[in-house]
């Protein structure tokens, strides 16, 4: 371990973490750790914040070799500092690595990086509710040189740590998103890395996401590939839709998992959920124009999206370049609120955690 000797004073500190926005502002320390042919993982450090500095050839710049997790430390009711499922997290984190040539590391070690870097900077966890601490694993290539032919002999793996207040804003009551369907892009294709968390899907994301804000929308919509017909995506969050007619009992659908969709970690925390509170919850697809013509017959009464980020994000209105349309009367639903509720509860402390999903740092 390496201590910081110029770490952010107490006082700027408490006034950051009274409003941090999200990944504005970063803790006082990273973790640090290195792989080559031969000696694999090695050089594990907690050490200052700081720069990097890489040739111009530096593989990752060129090819786009990396990959990033996301994940959050909570500050619960007790005063204990908490990760949630941080073990998916790892598991993902190798499964993007697969994906990318990339060399896997072992789940307890990420997880030991996370707890390090945590337990380090727990001062930065904030306490106002509705607030975290979001952790970022990465893995970047740093072989030096242009060839092609091969991946990497060389990478670096680092976490970095942010304070966030909720991403879209709105306290206890989240406001309910526009959103545009995305016609003119794609985010993934069958076979390619839409399954894994690589900088590259957000990066040829951004073209759609500049539309739908120019559309006055505050997220894009991604559809399949092939046909622009079947729903996958909202932004880089997993989209629920919600069937709650009066008089039928709730029930939740996700698209499944075609390869196309990041697995989320949130999105597999609710289909868990959702049943325990009398919610019935499965996978499965949808078109634009059923989800159309289902919120107009009063069938599907609620849409949300669902990420580390977000949590839970209502959305309220749909747009496209051939009309749009209002799900139920346009605000955050009760199935939505009652959901939400509760994942939070857990998070926080504040109730039961039935699964074990908790992680303690301190």
Known sequence: MIPAR???????????????GFGVHFTDHMVTMRWSQGSGWHDARLEPYGSFTFDPATSVLHYGQELFEGLKAYRQDNGAVVLFRPEVNAARFNASARRMAMPEMPEEVFVKALELLA????DWVPTTPGTSLYLRPF?????????FSHPSTSYLFC?????AAAYFGGGARPRALTVWLSENYSRAAPGGTGFAKVGGNYGGALAASREATERGCDQVVWLDAAERTWVEEMG?????????????????????LTGTLLPGVTRDSLIRLAPTLGIEAGEGRISTAQWREQSAAGELTETFACGTAAVMAPVGRVRGASGGWTIGDGEPGPVTMRLREELLGIQYGLLPDPFTWIHKVC
């Open 6 to 20: 110029d770490t952010v004073p107490a006082h700027r500190r408490e006034a950051i973490l009274a409003d941090p």
């Open 119 to 122: 337990a380090q900077d727990q």
């Open 139 to 147: 893995m970047i290539a740093t072989q030096r040189g242009l060839g």
């Open 159 to 163: 976490v970095i740590a942010s304070p």
């Open 236 to 256: 880089g969050m997993n989209l629920f839709f919600v069937h709650a007619p009066e008089g039928a009992p709730p029930r939740i659908m996700t698209p499944r």
